[in-house]
């Protein structure tokens, strides 16, 4: 199909952009790789008036690793991502996850910034900012302030952002020592996840101490599995052990149904994604 009318704009300013996204109200949306809205407009599930291209955007570009804090500009690419070498030796989910990711046309386009922006229910970035404990710096027209990426996914397609909001870094701490992982049952078309879970661990001597467990595709929106990341201490990779977690991470969980998987077999999906990703990180020498 053949999207709607718009207008398309490229404002030199962030300070611009945000003016064009106040003046455009709810008919302005922003563009950046384009992978996630574009389709939706040739589809008429989105029809917005306006296009703000902030993919140029030098305040949303670069990757800076500062000591103990990775800062990434919202307008990177997922190949970006995947390839920067310093990154990846601090905190190995990004090549781990942008790898994963649809193809390399999609990874040369679309960003970080615009994947959690649109909050696609299965889309991969979401659960591992959630696993990775990052925190969002947004700007607006009432100021900048940051979000926890625990506080910002709020449902389906949904975030804590304003509609005059543009997330401009990712935050993400570089803690030593811990052992991460992502696995995601892949749709063959589209690559999306059907349901992938990440998975952060901190082990000392082969047992666990603690960690994260975030997964997406499985509910309308990406979500910690806070009953499983409690019972992670003393987790040494045992089988009862295992299914234990298993069985707390799903607890409780209203599947989302579709044409690709049941709520059923969804809930499998998760439970043997989240089996392989914590046999990955207990098994890998790879931590950030």
Known sequence: MIPRAFEYVRPDSLSEAIRLLVGGGEEAKLLSGGHSLLPMMKLRLASPGTLIDVSELADLRG???????????????????????????????????????????????????????????????PAAMLALEANLDVVGAKGARSIAADSFFKGLFETAL??????VHVRVPVLPGRRVAYRKFRHPASGYAVVGVAVVLALQAGQCTGGRIAVTGLADHAYRANRAEAALEGYTGQLAQTEHLLDLAFHGVTPLEDRFADAEYRIQLGRTMLRRALADAMATDGSH
């Open 63 to 125: 990757i800076t690793i500062d000591g103990n804090e990775v800062v990434i500009g919202a307008a990177t690419t997922h190949a970006e991502l995947e390839h920067h070498v310093e990154l990846n030796r601090v905190l190995p989910m990004f090549a781990t996850v942008g790898h994963q990711i649809a193809d390399p046309t999609v990874r040369n386009r679309g960003t970080l910034g615009g994947s959690l922006a649109h909050a696609d229910p299965s889309a991969d970035w």
């Open 162 to 167: 304003e509609t005059d909001e543009i997330i």
